[in-house]
């Protein structure tokens, strides 16, 4: 199936769909090496698939953790650059149900270069290079009600 996203000659965009995995304090995130960050489980969605089913594929996909739903958490739109190219992404993250005693697909490597797991202490999350940022405040007293926010990270004036 294609993936919901084009590239156009001013960028990128994509639709992504998202999965928080909490553990013991802990959040399941994708650390990038070779950029130093991490950032959430996900990937684009997929024509055809709704962002909750998106989510759960791409927590599989990735960590072997066979995840369901809880319930919408955050709706985040993204602007940022990678290697001078505007990136423009809308990420549905959902919050997923307990995962009980299930344990990652060995220190699973995800099939990108120098990319891998990682649970972040939520209480220490801003000590991290890792987005959203967000995260930090929202995953410490989830809301009961959906959060939306807008990051502008990208240095082109996209707001102007």
């Not at 959040?27 to 998106?54: C, F, N, Q, W």
């Not at 709706?75 to 005693?101: R, S």
Request: net charge negative; charged share 30%; proline share 2%.
């Amino acid at each position: 199936m294609d993936d919901i996203g084009f590239k156009t000659d001013s960028g990128k965009f994509r639709l992504r769909g998202v999965g928080i995995v909490i553990r013991n304090g802990c959040v399941l995130m994708v650390h990038d090496e070779k950029r130093g960050y991490y950032y959430p489980i996900g990937g684009a969605v997929r024509i055809g698939e709704s962002t909750e089913e998106a989510a759960v594929r791409e927590v599989f996909e990735e960590s072997g953790l066979k995840v369901n739903i809880d319930r919408l958490l955050l709706v985040q739109e993204n602007f940022f650059d990678i290697e001078d190219e505007l990136h423009h992404e809308i990420a549905f993250c959902y919050l997923m149900k307990d995962i009980g005693d299930q344990e990652l697909s060995g220190d699973r490597v995800l099939d990108y270069s120098a990319e891998g797991l990682a649970w972040l202490q939520i209480e220490r999350f801003h000590e991290y290079k890792a987005y959203p940022e967000i995260y930090g405040t929202l995953l410490k007293d989830l809301p009961s009600e959906i959060t939306h926010v807008v990051v502008n990270d990208s240095k082109r004036g996209v707001f102007s």
